[in-house]
DNA sequence: ACACTCTCGGAAAGCGCTCTCCAACCCCCT
DNA sequence: AGGGGGTTGGAGAGCGCTTTCCGAGAGTGT
């Protein structure tokens, strides 16, 4: 562990030039002798210099850090909630396509995790401070201060997910009422004469318009009314919900359920109920996580491209940090219908 | 967006003090008589000031950041490895395990992922010259140079699951020989006569942990030889090797696998083989992920306490960067058998 | 040859903060 | 009343870097 790290300076004397040239060099300004060029290269090399970003970017401005912030009401430092969230791979599958376009361009991501009011005054006031470039947001709860809060504090931010509040922010989301859409199409276009739904939280933005999508294609095609059970997004919420919704409706022979791992869980109930899928009853899942394809009966499910969607996320953010007057933008991708065993 | 973010300056002089005072009552430090501390902090309402953690840690020396890296061989920006290992409820396990330590300590996590040898160098440097206060490690390739890198740089490191070549390096570790016995115990307890594994692959530490205590624990109970297949940890391989086993052993009545993924593909191989579980052939997973709980029949399995085993990791780090001076250390966690319905 | 434009490198002013000195002051003891 | 010890607040020197501003030297046209 030597004592001291080698500073512009160091390489500056070595080279025998001033640190402004150094400087330049480094950061490939021209202006500058081819062959002092060199000569800068090689004092670079022979005292293992590193430029200090810290350094640099409380000049610049500029961190090279954008931040993943995952925004919670209210957790609690032994919240199981957080760990459900994290184990849960969509998680995973954000950080991946954030991941897939930072990397490229020599960003990293900060994950910052919010849950009181206090802490996310000081987000707020640590990312305008410069503490990083711009902002990927990840909403939980169904009503969050916090996208209005980095807009007002002029932080660059993009949402995953639309807001549930209209708040002049960018983000990336899904088509979720296509995607019910398409489910409705495909369990009708089946033959399934009573189709119950399964869905998330009513108040959280994608599930409600899970719900929405579904209910007016049913209604298009003359179900005005369908059975509808609640669950969490959880695999034992849906299998609870699936055990309502058959006590309730015996004759259910399709189900839209409103993401995969509630689909694995409602396949259970339908499963200790005696009922075939997709014979009996045929159930189109939601996400096409990896849980679709390991069910069996495999899911057949809407494809959520929540990699692409990150990525696109990423993409947009860096264009808006590097050019602050770009207006507030949103793009849609459409979900798409895969088709396995299980309807 | 204010042209301008309110300084120490700005503060000092709303306050009608010097710079020092300022900073001297935000950092806490006694020696400041009560009544101006108070003008301060009215100062600091007043203006809005938040401090400059970047400005704060070039002087510091302090970021109040661990990275996590993670190391790659040798990846490429569209390499599908990456999102699979993120998909992968490792990954989330191990930040929510991580960010339970370092939220309360109000230390952010910042994501590094390398793969080439000037991305490691880069970082090492990186990390050297204060981006982050210490790093935690998961090295994903067999044999990885970054864990010796980290080390030689006198970058506070805490790896999890231990490194491949012998590097003095602090790392959390699972006991992963003891699990594999508890398992081998199990199934020969249960009175299964031919026990098969479905192991990872043999040069990752963890996996050829995996087998040599299954080994050691077979051998010991007189099965000096068993039939071993291999897989990569994905569900896909271990259906695979399920029925490469089935095939060269019928007689097959127990197998023990060496992650919980791999199981489902296994389980699915037995159903299609017309084996009932356990029934027919007994089982036993690695992990207790949620795969366990899902599939069906529900998995016994080795829980592998992952979200601690990460806290741990975090604790250790923390502790490290408190006090450069601790002897490295490693903490082993001991796997317990959680007993479901396969075997 | 002379004024003119251009190119190039160096000096130095910060970015916002912490922290060491040091001066000023108050209290108490003799 | 005078000196020692203990507080308290301010001035200022950096942390390592970028970047503006300038001056020196070189190249062009008349």
């Given at each position: 562990?030597?004592?001291?790290?080698?500073?512009?300076?160091?390489?500056?004397?070595?080279?025998?030039?001033?640190?402004?040239?150094?400087?330049?060099?480094?950061?490939?300004?021209?202006?500058?002798?081819?062959?002092?060029?060199e000569v800068v290269?090689?004092?670079?090399?022979?005292?293992?210099?590193?430029?200090?970003?810290?350094?640099?970017?409380?000049?610049?401005?500029?961190?090279?850090?954008?931040?993943?912030?995952?925004?919670?009401?209210?957790?609690?430092?032994?919240?199981?909630?957080?760990?459900?969230?994290?184990?849960?791979?969509?998680?995973?599958?954000?950080?991946?396509?954030?991941?897939?376009?930072?990397?490229?361009?020599?960003?990293?991501?900060?994950?910052?995790?919010?849950?009181?009011?206090?802490?996310?005054?000081?987000?707020?006031?640590?990312?305008?401070?410069?503490?990083?470039?711009?902002?990927?947001?990840?909403?939980?709860?169904?009503?969050?201060?916090?996208?209005?809060?980095?807009?007002?504090?002029?932080?660059?931010?993009?949402?995953?997910?639309?807001?549930?509040?209209?708040?002049?922010?960018?983000?990336?989301?899904?088509?979720?009422?296509?995607?019910?859409?398409?489910?409705?199409?495909?369990?009708?276009?089946?033959?399934?004469?009573?189709?119950?739904?399964?869905?998330?939280?009513?108040?959280?933005?994608?599930?409600?318009?899970?719900?929405?999508?579904?209910?007016?294609?049913?209604?298009?095609?003359?179900?005005?009314?369908?059975?509808?059970?609640?669950?969490?997004?959880?695999?034992?919420?849906?299998?609870?919900?699936?055990?309502?919704?058959?006590?309730?409706?015996?004759?259910?022979?399709?189900?839209?359920?409103?993401?995969?791992?509630?689909?694995?869980?409602?396949?259970?109930?339908?499963?200790?109920?005696?009922?075939?899928?997709?014979?009996?009853?045929?159930?189109?899942?939601?996400?096409?996580s990896s849980a679709?394809?390991?069910?069996?009966?495999?899911?057949?499910?809407?494809?959520?491209?929540?990699?692409?969607?990150?990525?696109?996320?990423?993409?947009?953010?860096?264009?808006?940090?590097?050019?602050?007057?770009?207006?507030?933008?949103?793009?849609?991708?459409?979900?798409?219908?895969?088709?396995?065993?299980?309807?």
């Amino acid at each position: 562990m030597p004592s001291r790290l080698p500073t512009l300076e160091d390489v500056a004397r070595v080279a025998g030039v001033s640190r402004a040239t150094v400087s330049r060099v480094i950061n490939g300004i021209r202006n500058v002798d081819p062959q002092l060029h060199e000569v800068v290269w090689n004092a670079v090399g022979e005292t293992g210099y590193v430029p200090n970003r810290l350094a640099r970017s409380l000049v610049t401005r500029r961190t090279g850090t954008v931040a993943l912030i995952v925004s919670d009401s209210e957790t609690h430092d032994d919240d199981p909630f957080m760990s459900r969230f994290f184990a849960d791979p969509y998680f995973g599958r954000v950080v991946g396509g954030l991941m897939s376009v930072l990397r490229g361009n020599g960003v990293q991501l900060a994950l910052q995790i919010v849950g009181t009011e206090e802490g996310r005054k000081r987000l707020v006031g640590d990312l305008r401070n410069g503490q990083a470039d711009g902002a990927i947001l990840l909403s939980l709860p169904p009503v969050d201060p916090l996208p209005r809060m980095v807009v007002e504090g002029g932080v660059q931010t993009v949402m995953i997910g639309r807001p549930a509040e209209p708040v002049p922010i960018s983000y990336v989301d899904l088509a979720n009422d296509t995607g019910a859409a398409l489910a409705a199409e495909h369990l009708l276009g089946r033959g399934c004469r009573t189709i119950g739904m399964i869905s998330g939280p009513a108040d959280v933005p994608a599930s409600n318009d899970r719900i929405s999508g579904f209910r007016r294609s049913m209604a298009r095609h003359g179900h005005a009314w369908f059975p509808l059970a609640t669950g969490n997004f959880t695999r034992e919420s849906g299998e609870l919900a699936m055990r309502t919704l058959l006590a309730e409706h015996p004759d259910l022979d399709g189900v839209f359920v409103a993401n995969d791992l509630m689909a694995l869980g409602a396949l259970l109930a339908l499963r200790d109920a005696g009922r075939q899928v997709p014979g009996d009853v045929a159930m189109v899942g939601f996400d096409d996580s990896s849980a679709a394809t390991a069910a069996r009966p495999a899911l057949t499910t809407i494809r959520h491209p929540l990699e692409d969607m990150a990525a696109e996320a990423a993409t947009l953010l860096l264009a808006r940090v590097d050019d602050a007057d770009r207006p507030v933008s949103s793009v849609i991708y459409e979900p798409t219908l895969v088709v396995r065993q299980s309807a």
